[in-house]
């Protein structure tokens, strides 16, 4: 079963292993400053026991910004992201946030289908913005006054 709450001190290990997977991972030390962070909002899923994914966001005068966002790898298609993503618009619209913004690089097709079925909207292209491998980087909104999610 699903459950999905505010990350712990003592879940950052096991987020830092699932974020190794992921291009332009954060490293431990970047985890554990994000965890830190005042206007960080930092959230993981997991499946009885078990951390399956997580993700962080700066939260400031009404406006959420998605800053990394991963599912375990094994785990990834079957759901998990979009719940979890589901949920923290839902906590963000409750705390009347109006937009919610992130970057995704533009080859990334899992995560762009994903932020286009929850209804985010592509507004400005960075071309070159990503490295390792070089990709444009597709900066997209949601709006929260509008959105149904
Ligand atoms: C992007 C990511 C978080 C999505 O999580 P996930 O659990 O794999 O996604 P879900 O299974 O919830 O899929 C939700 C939707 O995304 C889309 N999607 C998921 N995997 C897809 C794939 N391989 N190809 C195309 N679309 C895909 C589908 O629209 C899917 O909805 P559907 O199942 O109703 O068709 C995950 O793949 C991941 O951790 N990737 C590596 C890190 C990363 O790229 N993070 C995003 C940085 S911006």
């Not at 079963?1 to 987020?15: E, F, G, H």
């Not at 974020?19 to 030390?29: C, F, H, K, P, R």
């Not at 533009?106 to 990709?135: H, I, T």
Request: with cysteine.
């Amino acid at each position: 079963m699903a459950t999905i709450r505010k990350m712990a001190q003592t879940d950052l290990v096991q987020c830092a292993r699932i974020e190794e997977s992921a291009l332009d991972a954060w490293s431990m030390e970047q985890l554990e400053e994000e965890f830190e962070n005042p206007v960080a909002q930092n959230f993981v899923i997991q499946n009885e026991e078990r951390i399956v994914g997580f993700c962080s966001f700066h939260y400031s005068c009404g406006e959420a910004s998605l800053n990394t966002f991963t599912i375990h790898q094994a785990m990834r298609g079957s759901g998990w992201g979009k719940k979890l993503l589901s949920h923290c618009i839902a906590y963000f619209k409750e705390k009347q946030a109006h937009m919610i913004y992130l970057e995704v690089r533009s080859q990334n097709q899992s995560a762009c289908a994903l932020y286009e079925k929850l209804g985010f909207q592509q507004v400005q292209v960075r071309k070159g913005f990503y490295k390792k491998p070089d990709d444009d980087a597709l900066c997209m909104i949601l709006n929260l006054e509008e959105s149904s999610c």
